[in-house]
């Protein structure tokens, strides 16, 4: 019996060599940009690299010049952490809603759909040079159309109080994707959960919070945490919108890692800054990932239970 | 069963691996020569647009005059630091490359003194001698000069007709441009007699302290004792007293897009803005720095070349090609963009008669003799950083710190 299972086993893995020809070029691709990089990355944090003259070893210098040396490091990484803070529930609330708000039966919600997830289609430049100028404080459309309503507005991009939540807004633009997760998953809820609580009498929010929210609980947990990471790697835009400006207020961790290497040149220091805040989104979703078992609902959960296996 | 499974994960491993060294080998003769035995140069450049294709077409005459060299063109934009930064440390940087910068990069830089002797006394001296000390680092020459700019203050016509205020002129002092702009200045149709960056460039920033006899360091790089000085805080307090009572706004560029607004009515710039500005339907004129009481109108200068990379396995030829690219011939092509960088040029082209371009050459001869703070400071970049933090809190609105004190901390 056993020497048979085995014997069958390894007569597939031997057919199962067309199959490793297929995803080929993704393992090549996988271990040439993403593995190769990454152990290279870890390397390079232990070396001192001028980048235009050779590396030089220097143990975990790198590291500690971070902790004890360079109030930037903390400062950036506090910018960053707070940024998620705010971000992260804004975007996981603006999204469901979004999302429930394009599951209605209306005329035309086709066109809402494609309208509300464009911007998340449009590059991250052309978004940060339109809200460049949106938020612009002279010249800027958001300043006008404040001041017909007689609001003096922000000076949005100058201000260092504003210029962050400058940041969560224009984030926030880019929430289509998480919109579609929601509504692939509040659509595939099963019709007659809710007509048997509508029978029972529950109204909207009653259904809402009893099953809507229980229903979709994995692609929340699934969204918080490719939008911690999304938010902690937050670049492209600081770089572009406000250059980590006015006053470092918007100096991501990001943008302090880019700096670092492309701009002073270290980069073995900026190897070490990448590798620390691989460590704490590791730990981050790690610890979302343990808080899961309490919150999270999966189907096949309660048949689980039911049969007591565990 | 496990074992089989290794087995082949290795297989495929050691199999990844040899065509990965398969593709790196191969590519690496294709960058020496290529197939026609041509030695192959590969060119950065960090134009975009119109201008590459004029460098292409520049390339191309080259690549016809020379049998033996064929020159790529490599045009990588806005990410241009970026990129060569990358290649420098993969030890594939281009062989040759468009360069400002050169005490960050010159480590990667082929020091070029003794090719440029070879060329005889009459030929470094048709350049113009200031753009010398800013095309090197370290006493070592590591580029051919192409372009330049100095800086220079643009004002709107149209506004000085308005308000009846005569256009500046040459020899001016910072106090004439301040009874302008106050005159200039009109709350109700929203004009701004003077405009300035309100988190400037360091590097650009300098040249007011120059004018005022400071500097941002000596000679040996110390911050304290210089940057803190009377007169350099004076500069700063100048600067914060018109945007103090609102005859000067602070730009969060360098203030061309409020300058093509049309509400501005001076600010100071490079000849970048000389096209754009005409196209945005400005109708300008330039005239050069005014100068500080008892001091000067002296400008940075901001300057390009071309540089041969360290490890380039062509250098005489590449030498050949950054000699071309510098040549009478070649600064005529760019007439249009960028400032010749020759005075048998100028002369033949008549641009010291020229109303605006002549502003330009005035101020160069008139800013020869300083050195930026950057090509002293050793890790300028952290340095730049720092003081670009501290003049953003003198000049933000929300912050106006004291340039007195937050000049003596910043050179703590």
């Given at each position: ?44 944090s ?14 975990i210098e790198n590291y500690k010049t971070m902790f004890t040396n360079d109030p930037q490091f903390y400062k950036s990484l506090e910018i960053t952490l707070k940024f998620a803070a ?74 260092p109080?504003?210029?962050i ?66 938010a902690l790697q937050q670049?492209?835009?600081v ?5 980590g400006g006015?006053l470092k207020s918007t100096y991501f961790y990001g943008l302090y890692v880019y700096n670092n290497?492309?701009?002073h040149?270290e980069?073995?220091y900026a190897?070490a800054n990448a590798w620390l805040m691989f460590i704490v989104i590791?730990i981050l ?26 | ?381 952290r340095?730049?950083d720092n003081?670009?933090y ?23």
């Amino acid at each position: 019996m056993l020497s048979k299972s085995r014997k069958a086993n390894g007569y597939q893995l031997v057919n199962k060599k067309v199959p490793y020809l297929f995803i080929l070029p993704w393992i090549i691709g996988f271990l040439v940009f993403t593995l190769g990089p990454l152990i290279f990355s870890l390397i390079m944090s232990f070396f001192d690299w001028p980048i235009t003259s050779s590396p030089t070893f220097v143990g975990i210098e790198n590291y500690k010049t971070m902790f004890t040396n360079d109030p930037q490091f903390y400062k950036s990484l506090e910018i960053t952490l707070k940024f998620a803070a705010v971000f992260v529930p804004l975007n996981l609330v603006i999204a469901l809603i979004l999302a429930l708000l394009i599951t209605q039966p209306l005329k035309g919600i086709k066109m809402f759909r494609t309208i509300f997830y464009l911007p998340a289609v449009v590059s991250g430049v052309a978004i940060s040079i339109i809200w460049g100028w949106i938020f612009n404080s002279e010249y800027g459309i958001l300043n006008y159309i404040l001041s017909l309503i007689g609001i003096e507005g922000p000076q949005w991009l100058v201000d260092p109080k504003w210029a962050i939540l400058t940041i969560v807004i224009a984030s926030a633009w880019g929430v289509g994707t998480m919109m579609l997760i929601f509504y692939t998953d509040i659509k595939g809820i099963p019709q007659e959960l809710y007509e048997a609580a509508a029978i029972d009498g529950a109204g909207l929010f009653r259904q809402f919070f009893s099953i809507t929210i229980p229903c979709i609980t994995p692609t929340i947990l699934f969204n918080v945490i490719t939008s911690v990471i999304a938010a902690l790697q937050q670049l492209a835009l600081v770089l572009l919108l406000t250059g980590g400006g006015p006053l470092k207020s918007t100096y991501f961790y990001g943008l302090y890692v880019y700096n670092n290497a492309f701009k002073h040149h270290e980069l073995g220091y900026a190897s070490a800054n990448a590798w620390l805040m691989f460590i704490v989104i590791l730990i981050l979703t790690m610890v979302i990932f343990k808080s899961s078992s309490t919150w999270v609902f999966y189907e096949n959960e309660v048949k689980r239970k039911g049969k007591k296996k565990k | 069963m496990k074992l089989v499974k290794f087995k082949s994960m290795f297989f495929l491993f050691i199999a990844t691996l040899l065509l990965l060294a398969g593709c790196s080998s191969s590519s690496g003769k294709d960058s020496d020569t290529s197939t026609d035995g041509k030695v192959k140069l590969r060119f950065a450049t960090w134009d975009v647009g119109d201008d590459v294709d004029l460098q292409q077409k520049m390339i191309d005459k080259f690549n016809e005059a020379h049998e033996n060299i064929e020159v790529v063109l490599e045009a990588y934009g806005s990410d241009y630091d970026t990129k060569i930064t990358a290649g420098m440390g993969a030890k594939d940087a281009p062989d040759i490359m468009y360069m400002w910068n050169y005490p960050q990069y010159k480590d990667a830089l082929e020091p070029l003194d003794s090719y440029i002797e070879k060329e005889g006394a009459d030929y470094k001296d048709n350049f113009y001698e200031a753009l010398w000390n800013y095309n090197s680092a370290d006493g070592k020459i590591l580029g051919l000069p192409v372009g330049y700019t100095t800086h220079v203050v643009y004002y709107n016509k149209a506004l000085f007709d308005q308000a009846g205020v005569e256009y500046p002129k040459a020899g001016w002092t910072w106090e004439d441009l301040q009874d302008a702009a106050r005159k200039l200045t009109n709350k109700e149709t929203k004009v701004s007699g003077f405009a300035f960056s309100g988190k400037p460039d360091p590097y650009d920033f300098e040249m007011f302290l120059w004018g005022n006899n400071a500097s941002y360091v000596d000679k040996d790089g110390n911050l304290k004792g210089n940057l803190d000085s009377k007169e350099s805080v004076e500069v700063f307090e100048m600067f914060q007293n018109m945007e103090k009572e609102g005859i000067a706004i602070t730009t969060e560029g360098s203030g061309s897009t409020e300058m093509k607004s049309g509400k501005v009515a001076m600010f100071v710039y490079g000849a970048w803005g000389l096209t754009p500005l005409k196209e945005a339907g400005i109708d300008y004129g330039v005239v050069e720095l005014p100068s500080f009481k008892n001091g000067k109108s002296v400008s940075i200068l901001s300057s390009s070349g071309v540089s041969i990379s360290e490890n380039s396995k062509h250098k005489e030829e590449a030498f050949e090609f950054i000699k071309f690219w510098s040549n009478e011939e070649a600064n005529k092509e760019r007439i249009g963009f960028e400032l010749p960088v020759l005075k048998s040029v100028v002369e033949s082209e008549q641009l010291e008669q020229d109303e605006i371009k002549s502003v330009f050459y005035s101020m160069l001869e008139k800013s020869e003799g300083y050195t930026p703070a950057s090509f002293i400071v050793k890790d300028w970049s952290r340095v730049s950083d720092n003081l670009n933090y501290v003049f953003e809190s003198i000049f933000n609105p929300s912050t106006l710190m004291d340039p007195k004190e937050a000049l003596k901390n910043a050179a703590e």
